[in-house]
């Protein structure tokens, strides 16, 4: 296999606190021998467990960005027990575009696992977490939200796995993050996925989704930064008495959570975020934009739940996910 090119410009082993970058070599017409340059902090304290902590897997989703920024600047090695490696922007190219995907090669990076060591930028960078820093990790958490295009109720989730006991580690640290939701999830599409990557390593995960709309608000960034912390207390890496609100544990039995536009068209909602639900209730009318006096699409409940995401702009396309339900464990 050919060599994976990127580098950490710190030592990701000494004792104390560094900040420098993932040097990812791209030449290109505005710089011919130039580099993508990830930013990286790397804080090592008394012999511990390692957590790996990525924010902007997708570029326009800024609570992760926030909360590991934050955790970057204020935590010091005195404080830590094992080792954090902190990248606020897993995706920095996409980052730096405020887009979901990369400008540079159009690739989702959570779609790139495990990645390829001479493949496109986005490819290699999946590839060098993939072989190099995911391996070192005992703890991973991956911050999402839903970026541009969905919004979210703030969870915390955990996949079903087939391994019972590395399901039960990542439920518990989920319920350790304690957001104000916390779902056991089903993927509409594994495949590819960074998540999928890690738990096949044997990692506790944790990811999340904590609002979305291409922004970020004080109370998700709150969330976000509690979360965090309660986290790496729970994974021993911080002392101190993590902060508990209530929580709610959700589930998604099956396919029946995911609605998809069969339309395209105006929105007009008819439930709201965290709403409950009864099957066959109206989630949504799809108005045409192109005429008056058409009858609208309406979509119903496939089942019952509390919404859970919801498409965000006003405008939908026909295959968007405009609604996804998930069901309060009883
Ligand atoms: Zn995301």
Redesign the pocket.
């Known amino acids: 296999m050919p060599a994976n090119p990127i580098r950490p410009t710190v030592s990701l082993d000494e004792p104390g606190k560094r900040h420098g970058f993932l040097k990812l070599p791209y030449s290109r017409n505005d710089s011919a021998w130039g580099s993508v340059m990830i930013p990286l902090t790397v804080i090592v304290g008394a012999p511990g467990p390692t957590a790996l902590l990525t924010g902007a ?2 570029g ?2 800024y609570e992760g960005p926030i909360a590991l920024q934050a955790l970057a600047h204020e935590v010091e090695a005195e404080e830590v027990t094992g080792r954090l490696i902190i990248v606020p922007y897993f995706n920095f190219p996409a980052f730096t575009a405020a887009s ?1 995907v990369s400008p540079i090669d159009q690739v989702n990076l ?1 779609r790139a696992f495990p990645g390829v060591p001479d493949g496109s930028v986005t490819q290699k960078i999946a590839n060098y977490f993939n072989d190099t820093l995911v391996p070192l990790a005992d703890l991973v958490v991956d ?5 541009k295009t969905l919004d979210f109720l703030p969870f915390a989730c955990a996949h079903y796995l087939d391994d019972p006991v590395q399901q039960a580690a990542c439920v518990a640290a989920v319920e350790a993050f304690n957001a104000p939701w916390s779902l056991m999830l089903r993927e509409i599409d594994a495949v590819g996925m960074y998540d999928t990557a890690v738990e096949a390593q044997g990692k506790v995960f944790v990811t999340t ?1 904590l609002g979305g709309g291409g922004t970020a608000s004080a109370r998700t960034a709150r969330i976000a930064r509690r979360g965090l912390r309660n986290v790496l207390i729970h994974g021993g890496m911080l002392s101190g008495a993590p902060e508990v609100e209530p929580s709610v544990m959700l589930e998604m039995p099956d396919d029946a959570c995911y609605h998809t536009a069969p339309a395209s068209g105006l929105i007009e909602p008819l439930a709201d975020l965290g709403d409950p639900i009864v099957p066959d209730q109206p989630l949504a009318r799809i108005w045409a934009t192109d005429c008056t006096g058409a009858q609208p699409v309406t979509v119903f409940a496939q089942r019952d739940g509390v919404l859970a995401a919801r498409h965000f702009p006003g405008l939908v396309q026909r295959g968007d996910t405009l609604a996804v339900l998930a069901v309060p464990q009883r």
């Open positions: 897997n997708h326009d989703e979901r959570n911050f999402h939200s839903g970026g989704e």
